[in-house]
């Protein structure tokens, strides 16, 4: 049965967001019940993002020399050894392997899954990741209640439905998604391509082109400005509401209806406005609504405040990929794609680095938000301070 590629990957962007968000939404408390700190979890996700900067280039090659299905399944298959190791242990260095597997999965799917969709979909870009990570954010919205509700029964319930879900996955890509653009019979020239001249291809690319050369520098600093805000949130809203983790569950579905909103939102000002000026658009919505959800300090005024830095955190993924995809050409797109997801790593390590040492005393929901507060509110500022180079790029 012929699936048309534009639809599989919506199905497989919700799957894939509903596979990690299941665990994610309780993620930073499962690492606190297994008697860690908030600075050891922070340090957890840096041997991941770490892992993601070292390997994401050699595998967006994989995906441009050998074919981005390989490359996707591969990636779901690292995935699942990473869920299995974090559900089955509570020894640091087994998570430590396990976030490194983590890092390999997102390495082999970052690029070449987008690379994919748009190589086999006649969809206009604008409609394929506005659509997409709509699709994405209502997968949020059903985890959100869904992985609080079975972590309150026990912690590890969350992660073996994130196993089951990834086999899933699995199933699909093996079963339905074809490369009719890209084939090992009519693309004779890239397979024999060395590995050596994709990477230098894709870097003259990137050099020749000062907007990509800037965006990825704007991606440092988003990445650090998320570091905190998605670490913290979760002890941050259950020690506030003084309830259990359900009230996470209630309040990461809500958002993930508001990032939804962020989204679509994008595809509304993309009429009107050109890719920079909605680029700038999605980080004013990051940076203010960040830093005064870090100023106040009482549970609602925080939560509505947040709720709005939701809207803004759906605008800019949809907002950027549209911006990089309309720069770049079919040959080297994966590798393009990695080297950017690389790059701007380098600001979520440096974020998680940062405010792992602001709160390194906080170990238990009973102690002081002020590590948190002041976290976002750094977090915040970096997330305003890269409109300044977006506005030298000409409008497109």
Not at 100 to 114: D, M, N, R, V
Not at 130 to 135: E, G, L, V, Y
Not at 300 to 314: D, K, N, S
């Amino acid at each position: 049965m012929k699936v048309k590629a534009h639809k599989l990957y919506y199905l497989i962007s919700f799957l894939q967001f509903f596979m990690a968000e299941i665990t994610g939404t309780t993620l930073i408390l499962f690492i606190l019940n297994k008697g860690f700190s908030l600075q050891l979890a922070n340090n957890l996700l840096i041997v991941m993002f770490v892992g993601v900067m070292i390997l994401e280039i050699p595998t967006g090659i994989i995906a441009d020399r050998f074919g981005r299905k390989v490359s996707i399944i591969f990636g779901f298959l690292c995935y699942l050894i990473y869920t299995v190791i974090f559900l089955l242990t509570d020894d640091i260095y087994l998570l430590i392997i396990a976030q490194i597997f983590a890092a390999l999965a997102t390495c082999l799917q970052s690029g070449a899954l987008e690379s994919w969709v748009v190589e086999n979909s006649e969809e206009p870009i604008d409609n394929i990741f506005s659509t997409s990570n709509s699709i994405m954010y209502m997968a949020g919205f059903v985890c959100g209640i869904l992985g609080a509700f079975l972590a309150s029964i026990y912690f590890g319930l969350p992660w073996i439905v994130s196993i089951f879900t990834n086999i899933i996955l699995l199933l699909l890509c093996f079963i339905f998604m074809k490369e009719i653009k890209w084939n090992s019979v009519g693309d004779e020239k890239k397979k024999l391509a060395s590995v050596k001249s994709i990477f230098i291809s894709s870097k003259d690319i990137v050099f020749s082109e000062k907007s990509l050369i800037i965006i990825f520098i704007v991606g440092i600093f988003v990445n650090f400005s998320n570091s905190a805000a998605n670490t913290f949130q979760q002890p941050r809203f259950v020690a506030l509401s003084d309830n259990g983790v359900w009230v996470f569950g209630i309040i990461k579905t809500v958002y993930s209806l508001f990032m939804s909103i962020g989204s679509l939102w994008v595809k509304k000002l993309s009429k009107s406005f050109n890719d920079r000026t909605v680029l700038i658009i999605s980080l004013c919505m990051l940076g203010v609504w960040l830093i005064l959800s870090g100023v106040l300090d009482s549970f609602y005024p925080v939560l509505a405040t947040f709720m709005i830095y939701e809207i803004g955190r759906g605008m800019y993924p949809t907002a950027r990929q549209i911006y990089i995809n309309r720069r770049i050409t079919s040959d080297y797109r994966a590798t393009i794609l990695s080297l950017d997801s690389a790059i701007t790593r380098i600001g979520m390590c440096l974020g998680l680095f940062v405010t792992g040492i602001i709160s390194k005393n906080f170990v238990s929901l009973s102690d002081n938000q002020w590590p948190i507060k002041i976290s976002w509110i750094i977090c915040g500022v970096a997330a305003i301070i890269p409109i300044l180079l977006l506005r030298k790029i000409k409008k497109k």
